[in-house]
């Protein structure tokens, strides 16, 4: 069919094989490795893996030949030495295979345990059944939320339990995991490549075999996580669907208005949504259950009970959902009571909240109760309070960790009551869905059982020991990102309540050996874990625009005062001044290059991390200038994507940051040092290279997967009661 080259690195499918899975690669690995081994890892039944890599750049075609070879037993690569887009490579893995059923994967979905026997029920229960889908948070007519606490394997199990083996005519199935029988390919002919690169070409073969009279269902019991668009790069997309679209209009446009209104009609996914939609209200409204009721009393008191149970049952008979309605008016009052802020408090206010630490104060300082014991096969259950879900270095860190523990079969996730950024939720590879809560009080009562919550910054750890007094053998851990105190002034209320946390939980949790020197004197057990970048995502693509001129990148963020917004816009205005050949850029906030003393290019807020990574593959040096940093991840991204830095010499940043050997290091406060130091790295080419070479390999040395692997390691020594595990060198 197609007259191009492909080379092929192949061993002989298992005889014994029911089932050939083909997954397309182009780039993306970082998507690309969850994908392939969770097939590996979670597929029982035969079957034979077909990787396609459609051209990918040098780090992911050697991933993917390693981790073939690891698997050459049920493992074929097929290599098209250039890309020809996702159509034809999974035409071409089609015709690689020969077993009776065909299931075609995104390589942006992730699988989990049993999927392959539920996706292909149908198939044993309905013989016309020719193409399955099943149900997932990304689709097209199979979509439905990720609700709110699973992650995605627990969700696959809920949806299970659910959809209990049904499945239903949807007339249309996506591409991100197709299931149809080989014998459907040889009587109707593979994917119409009329379609290249891609779009409406999985629509338009389902036409084709419902009039042959095959069905074209969904599998209810069947949930497959899809990050979405993750596959393939997003340019030309738009125009691709448009050409695409009107092609198939003018092929089948009658009958597929015919179907689509069928299918908004049978609403097939309906006792899905009920389900999910059962599963909202239970988080979100207040638990006027036997549980809850004395979860109040143990917290709140009687009094404050009794009026709370009036109020909320008042509401309910009222059936109204306004702010201002009874059941609201407790909630509100108790959580303006503990506040965490210094504006709008009434004066009184402080007074109970330096009375409710004391109490706090005394009720841990003993040591913990020993945890109910827990079989070996158990699920561990965890939970991190988060403040927010916005884009910030440390909430980012948080997200990563809770992803490698769900990843590892984990019940991990994260809770906040918090401000929501939804374009973080869309942009951030997360494998879990958070806990949004209304208020805390609500958080209180609706957090669901786990073993233990960690608190990530100083006002969360409140909320953890509020939570641990109404659930006796609740353990608890403290993820210290900064030393927080200073964040405020000097003997203010806030940088009290700040240091006071470090006493009030005993397991903490810290990136640096700079931060495990401050704490000490607190008393805390304390375990250094480094912090983790994603290499799957921050390694040197050997971008050929790094060498096309000198590009000089800084982060942007004039609303936090550490980063030093003013500072750098000196430094950026007096590099130009003095070498205008020089190109600049900004990235972290959305600026108007035109308002800038200097012409740079904006790249805004980037909350992809692969779109931060590319962006530092095609420039030549980082500029962090800021007067602190904690860890300092900007730094170390780019040290792993090859690009040399001009960091500050001052917090935590040095764990890893060494001057002259992997960066220079300069006084963020002295403009002529920094213009100075950033010129050096543009015209000594030698000085550059030898940076960028340590720094690839320092970069080595922080892999999110080891971060991973110790953070599971303390969290069940935590439930063990043993001796945390042996800390990183």
């Known amino acids: ?54 051209g990918s750049d040098t780090h992911t075609h050697r991933q993917i030949d390693q981790l073939a070879t690891a698997h050459s037993e049920v493992a074929t690569v097929l290599h098209n030495p250039q890309s020809l887009g996702y159509l034809r490579s999974i035409n071409l893995g089609i015709q690689a295979g020969s077993q009776p059923n065909v299931v075609l ?25 020719g193409v399955i889908n099943p149900v997932s948070n990304w689709a097209n007519w199979t979509r439905i939320p990720f609700a709110p606490g699973f992650t995605i394997h627990t969700y696959a199990d809920f949806i299970a339990r659910v959809g209990d083996r049904v499945h239903a005519d949807i007339y249309n199935a996506s591409g991100f995991c197709f299931a149809a029988r080989r014998a ?27 009039a042959q009279g095959h069905r074209v269902v969904v599998n209810l019991g069947s949930f497959v996580y899809h990050f979405g668009w993750g596959s393939f790069q997003a340019g030309g997309r738009n125009e691709w669907l448009e050409r695409n679209k009107q092609v198939f209009m003018e092929r089948w446009g009658p009958q597929f208005e015919e179907f689509r209104e069928r299918w908004k009609a049978d609403r097939p996914l309906a006792r899905l949504e009920e389900s999910i939609q059962a599963r909202y209200r239970e988080l979100q409204e207040p638990d006027c259950s036997m549980r809850g009721i004395l979860r109040r009393l143990r917290l709140y008191g009687p009094m404050c009970t009794a009026r709370a149970l009036t109020a909320c049952l008042s509401s309910r008979i009222a059936g109204t959902d306004s702010e201002r309605a009874p059941g609201q008016r407790f909630i509100a009052k108790w959580d303006k009571a503990t506040s965490l802020s210094d504006t709008g408090r009434p004066a009184e206010d402080d007074k109970r909240w330096r009375s409710l630490t004391r109490r706090l104060v005394a009720t841990t300082s003993k040591k913990h ?38 990843l590892a079969g984990v019940d991990a996730n994260v809770a906040t009551c918090g401000e929501t950024d939804a374009d973080l ?83 903490q949790i810290v990136k640096t050996r700079w931060l495990a020197r401050k704490l000490a004197r607190f008393g805390a057990q304390i375990v250094q874990i480094p912090l983790g970048l994603n290499l799957d995502i921050f390694y040197d693509a050997q971008d050929p625009a790094r060498h096309e001129c000198t590009r000089v990148v800084a ?27 020089l190109r600049l850029s900004l990235y972290g906030t959305e600026l108007d290059p035109a308002s800038l003393p200097f012409p740079c290019d904006s790249h805004g807020c980037l909350y992809r991390m692969s779109d931060v990574a590319a962006l530092l593959n095609g420039c ?32 935590g940043i040095t764990e890893y940051a060494k001057h002259d050997y992997n960066c220079l290091l300069a006084d963020q406060l002295d403009v002529e040092e920094n213009v100075a130091k950033v010129l050096q790295l543009a015209d000594d080419a030698e000085l550059r290279r030898r940076l960028v070479d340590k720094g690839l390999q320092t970069a080595e040395e922080y892999d999110a997967r080891l971060e991973g692997e110790r953070t599971l390691s303390l969290l069940r020594s935590l439930l063990d009661r043993g001796s945390p595990p042996p800390q990183g060198d």
């Open 425 to 507: 939720l869309r942009g951030f590879p997360l494998y879990v869905s958070p806990y949004q809560f209304p208020s805390r009080s609500v958080m209180m009562e609706n957090l669901p059982e786990c073993d233990i919550v960690v608190a990530t910054r100083w006002d969360t750890v409140y909320d953890a020991i509020l939570l641990q007094k109404t659930r006796p053998g609740l353990r608890l851990a403290y993820f210290v990102q900064d030393y927080e105190p200073d964040f405020y002034p000097l003997g203010s209320q806030l940088s009290r309540r700040a240091e006071l946390t470090y006493h009030l939980i005993d397991t």
């Open 369 to 406: 109760r020993h945890l109910r014991s827990r079989s070996a096969d158990s699920q561990l259950r965890v939970v991190y309070l988060l403040p927010a879900l916005k884009l910030y270095g440390g909430i980012i860190s948080a997200l990563q960790i809770v992803n490698s523990l769900a």
């Open 105 to 129: 994967l995104n390589s942006d979905v992730v699988v989990s345990q049993g999927w392959l026997t539920r996706l292909l029920q149908p198939f044993a229960d309905d013989p016309s059944v």
């Open 555 to 581: 982060m942007a963020r004039p609303t936090s005062k550490y980063r030093n917004y003013e500072g750098m816009l000196r430094v950026f205005s007096a590099l130009h001044a003095e070498r205008p050949d």
């Open 184 to 210: 459907l390919f040889e009587q109707l002919g593979l994917f119409d490549e009329i379609f290249s690169p891609g779009y409406w070409e999985e629509t338009d073969f389902c036409l084709r075999a419902m």
């Open 620 to 651: 030549s040096i980082l500029l962090d200038c800021s007067t602190f940093q904690g860890f300092g991840r900007p730094g170390l991204e780019a040290m792993a994507t090859g690009t040399a830095a001009v960091l500050t010499r001052n917090g």
């Open 1 to 54: 069919m197609q007259d191009e080259r492909v080379e092929t690195t192949q061993t002989e499918a298992s005889s014994g094989a029911g089932t050939d899975i083909v997954v397309p690669v182009h780039n993306s690995w970082h998507h690309a490795r969850l994908c392939l081994e969770s097939i590996l890892r979670s597929t029982q039944e035969p079957f034979h893996l077909y990787l396609v890599d459609d």
